[in-house]
């Protein structure tokens, strides 16, 4: 357990003071998203790729796997962090467009992002579902069990981040 929460916390200590520092002199109510974020498409893919890969050597540091389970577990991860990129390109896409719809958002909008954010989620959690067999199978119940914790743990970080940033929708 020592292991996990130093992991864990080695990925998201710097995250969530960088963001915190970052956003420190200027007032939420005050400043729309378009305005805080200057940062281009290709530096947050960067970013993005970094988070995928620490996330990576998280799982690694907490998953011990023998020669043979990694050959098997890696490609499935692999997979499966695929498929999760997606819904979090969703998550991605509904933040640019309420960026460029802050402003002006409408009832209409604000219940569409509201509600294709929350499919997003569903997602995320569906895959979990989806490849915990296909983990169990590789790596065994507690094994799969602990992936599926450090992943949940991960995952909510990364909301967390994300929703620190984002403003609530003006009424």
């Known amino acids: 357990m020592k292991k996990i929460l130093i992991a864990v916390t080695i990925l998201a200590v710097p995250a969530l003071f960088a963001t915190s520092a970052a956003h420190a002199q200027q007032p939420i109510s005050t400043t729309t998203v378009a305005e805080r974020t200057s940062v281009s498409d290709a530096e947050i893919e960067l970013m993005r790729k970094d988070l995928r890969s620490k996330r990576k050597q998280v799982i690694a540091a907490n998953i011990q796997l023998t020669d043979k389970e990694a050959e098997q577990f890696w490609p499935v991860y ?94």
């Open 78 to 171: 692999d997979q499966y962090a695929a498929d999760q990129r997606k819904a979090y390109d969703i998550h991605y896409g509904l933040l640019k467009e309420y960026a460029a719809n802050e402003k002006t958002m409408s009832d209409a909008l604000a219940l569409s992002l509201t509600k294709r954010w929350t499919e997003a989620d569903h997602a995320k959690a569906e895959l979990r579902v989806k490849y915990f067999p296909r983990f169990e199978k590789v790596i065994g119940a507690k094994r799969a069990a602990r992936l599926c914790q450090l992943d949940r743990m991960l995952t909510l970080m990364v909301d967390l981040q994300i929703g620190s940033d984002v403003p609530l929708i003006a009424p």
